[in-house]
């Protein structure tokens, strides 16, 4: 028994729901709303104390960290093989999955805060206090207003995104080998949202992206690629 | 051929080191002093332009996210295992590999390089200081380096990290209360990711990792210094690593099994 609590706007419940569409299965869905902060409800909090999304529940297990469950799913159901078996492709899969997590999705969400005017509504402020002490810190200080230094190191490193991404994209038109893997579908999500955020990309990427959304995976789930003011992870605190 | 170019066995810049030494890879150790900032010198940066330590190179394919790398070799490599064969187990593995990489490491780093490094460089010219920024690539790092060179981490950034670093060693006592190693019934990457930056702490935090405090921890501790393996990659370093690790053994009562 497979359940996926997910929501509509988050890049990293895209990603999860891209690879099981892949794999062709289909979990129990239960669905969040991100624009009320349904993932800081008391609920959702008994559900993951960490109050961000996507969460898997397999047989009873909870799995949250979203690229360990792309490879969760990706070893669970190995029709078609999402990252391979060749060692260097799996690095380059890898490697992005992680560049998600500490240089995107972190500097993403501080874009996104700003330009789409984040706030929390008055009946979700009490969520904040819910959270978990480094959660709770973060969704503050988005609160406080990014200053303009860290709104520019942001705005940059989505810069230096696009360009490592056009880097390993120009072998192939994929990130990682000749084929689609688990590294395009972790960063894909995020990337798509760059446009409607003002946010350039090299042609490269653009092309990518037009590759991504034909997919039928990716298909089924488009009205779920919207931004939406969210924190993401939190960003690197030391180097 | 297989060629690492790295700093000491300790954290990011140790975990091939251990990795390639568990796995029992043979491989080429090319030293890159950071407290010489040869990370930042044309030559490195000619293999990893991020600057960044380590650099692993085989038959020409450069990597550089130690993380990532120690997957790559655990796949490329014959030598035992150094994953579970179960995907829960797998997934147990690769989330205490990013709590320990984004959460933990940063954290003890924060603390240690306040403590170790900060000092070295009042006196220091603040012009040659700022030529020494300005070779980093990275911006994140050249915030944190300025930060060390001109003594400005914000103190309660430090407290932060003392808070996420005692919270880190009672997480991972619970978790080893119940479970031989980090990811289960076998040593694993985790082991490896963890240790990389854990080594010491029974000497350099001895209020909070000790016997009363954190005994599966400590047991956890016992049972990695003594392989082979990772005493072998300990003692590679060329300074104060090696033998803090070696201090470390004889305090908690370690045999050496790797003859010197």
Redo the contacts between chains.
Sequence with gaps: MMRLHYAPGSAHSAAVRIVLAEKGVEPELRKLDLVHLEQHSPEYLAVNCHGTVPLLEDNGRKLFESFAILEYLDETYPDPPLIGDDPQKSYIARKWGKYVETHIAPHLAIVRWAALGGRVAAHAQAGLDRLLPERAALWRRALQGFGSDQLEASARAMLTAGDRLAADLAATGWLAGDRMTLGDIAVYPHAAQFGALGLPLPKKVDAWLARMAERPSVQAIREDLFPVAVMGPEPGRWG | MLEVHTWEPNANSGKPLFCLHEKGVPFIYHYVDMGAHEHHGPDFLAINPDGTIPAIVHNG?T?T?S???M??ID??FLGPPLRPQD??R??QM??LM?FM???VA??L??IASNRLAAPRFSGEDPGELRRKLDRIP????RV?WEQLMFHSTPQE?IA??E??VSDAIRRFDSILANQKWLAGDSFSLADICVFATFYGLPHSREEDVNDEASPHLMRWLRACHVRPGLQAALRMGKGFVTERAAEVRRRIGVPETVAA
């Design positions: 394919f990597m996210e993380t990532p790398a997957e790559y796949e490329a995907a829960f797998r997934w690769r989330v990013r990489d984004n959460v940063p954290s780093a924060m990275l911006p994140e790092r944190t950034e932060e990290s808070r996420r």
